[in-house]
């Protein structure tokens, strides 16, 4: 296994006949990572603390998304920073070591399932909310959310770890499987969704009222929610399958330089993804964006006083 892994990654070990075409391409990627990795770092912090200060978000949510900024600062303190030096020891034309390329993969599948399954577990969750209604609260508990992402945290662990004793082919092929029928989950999820809302919509639309106001009220609060992890769900998607799609070209097609500059570009891509989610919450989110808003304008209030 170990072989078949680091022969993969020692593909990417640019050649003395490939090192001045790809040596712009490893400078570049080195910038933008380096930017990237500050912004994930910065922005999940300051999220994480406005997601605790928001009240007004239920726990299990509130949980949910805690689980999915820890991931994404994860990816900033320990994933971009090991890219990039991978890059500039490429750049030397040092070869980092198999070592080196095992723990590169362990901490890339470990931030990448945690993100993956977050995503999942947030969109069920968001699914519940709306067909359970009233129900929800009673079986959706906060102790058994909690549990959940315990048990997101120790399998994405099990898996990323698996390579140290599975053969790398089989491996994949188990990542491969969680993937689609996570997909598929997701994805049967958010069509569900759509139906509620759409159907939610007409309704409000047709000027219908009905008994329960605050039921209402509730639902289109939780059906906005559902909205902006749909967001995430399709950022996920787009920052992320690029990476695995020029992968799979690039062993069916073999290395080349034109490959290798793209699935470069695709990893950085990979990594922005952790920078754009709590964007999303607070563009989607209102009470996120003012708990953000309030926590910057009191830093920024700190930092004058300390100066005056």
Known sequence: MSKSLCELLLQFYPMISEFEDLQSTYVANC??????????IMLNIVTIHAIRKTSS?????KTLLLSLAVSDVGVGLLGQPFYISLLVMWLQQNDPGCNTYKGFVIILLLFTLASFLGVLAVSVDRFLAIHLHLRYQELVTHKRVVAVVIFIWVLSVFFSLMILWVPFDVGCVFVLILG?????????VYIRIYLV?????????????FAQTEETANLTNVVKSAVVIFYVFFLFLICY???FIFLAVYQIYGPSIPLKRVLLFS????????????LIYCW?????RYAILNILRNMSWR???AFN
């Open 267 to 278: 990893w950085t891509l990979f990594y922005l993804n952790s920078s754009l989610n709590p």
């Open 57 to 61: 978000l239920p726990k299990t949510l």
């Open 303 to 305: 930092r004058n006083g």
């Open 197 to 209: 809302a759409r159907r939610h919509k007409n309704q409000i639309a047709q000027g219908q009222r």
């Open 180 to 188: 689609v029928l996570g997909l598929l989950v997701t994805v049967g």
């Open 31 to 40: 910038v933008f990572s380096s930017f990237l990795c500050y912004s994930a």
């Open 284 to 288: 989607k989110m209102t009470h996120i």
């Open 241 to 243: 399958l690029p990476s």
